[in-house]
């Protein structure tokens, strides 16, 4: 995914994190960083959004939910206008069951401007992990709007429509 000419890894479904690497040096990330939201050191100011986004990343992929989660605020709180951190943030907050949390989050990145992407735009990225959220907890008619509403920006998008069939 391209953001102001930056590559970054993407996180986009629950689903999906089986699929990710361990990071080369997560003991120097987590050296160089002590992720508090709202933090004022100079080594942490210093850090840009992207920076802290990929530190989530790396910790989201060795399943340390709780430092992706202070980063991918971090992230936010520097660029308020971060979408990619908004929906890691959410599925972080999936992961470990605070559901109301993660609606809140993925409602904010329907407040945002969408943007194509590969497999699938913010806003289909959005309503597709709030139709998972909202399977979750035994509401499948909000479901499936949810993963409609996916399917009505990105066709294609495959997730979706598994998703999908498995709530008929």
Same mark, same amino acid.
Request: no cysteine; hydrophobic share 40%; charged share 15%.
């Given at each position: 995914m391209?953001? !102001?000419? /930056? ?5 986009y479904s #629950? !689903?999906d994190?089986?699929r990710?690497?361990?990071p &080369?040096d ?5 050296? =160089?960083n002590t992720l =508090?939201?709202?933090? +004022?050191? %100079?080594?942490?100011?210093? =850090?840009? %959004?992207?920076q $802290?986004y990929d /530190?989530?990343?790396? $910790?989201h992929?060795t399943g340390q /939910?709780?430092a992706a ?5 971090? &992230?936010i =709180?520097?660029d308020p206008r $971060? ?6 943030l959410g599925l972080a $907050?999936?992961q470990l069951g605070q ?5 809140d989050?993925?409602?904010q990145v329907l +407040?945002?401007?969408?943007?194509l992407e590969?497999p699938?735009? #913010?806003? +289909?990225l959005a309503?597709?992990n709030?139709a /998972?959220i909202?399977?979750r907890?035994?509401?499948p ?7 409609q509403?996916a399917? &009505?920006?990105?066709? !294609? ?7 999908l069939?498995r709530?008929?």
């Open positions: 391209f953001l !102001n000419h /930056i590559t970054y890894s993407f996180v #629950v !689903n994190l089986s990710l690497t361990q &080369a997560l003991q120097l990330l987590q050296q =160089q =508090q939201p709202g933090q +004022t050191s %100079a080594q942490s100011e210093a =850090q840009s %959004a992207e $802290f /530190i989530g990343v790396e $910790f992929h /939910i709780d989660i202070r980063a991918y605020q971090n &992230a =709180q520097r $971060f979408d990619s951190a908004y929906i890691n $907050f999936i559901l109301e949390d993660a609606k989050v993925l409602q +407040t945002l401007p969408d943007r590969t699938a735009s #913010v806003h +289909t309503h597709y709030l /998972i909202l399977e907890q035994g509401k008619d909000e479901a499936i709007i949810e993963v509403s399917l &009505a920006i990105t066709p !294609n998008f495959e997730l979706a429509q598994r998703l069939q709530l008929r």
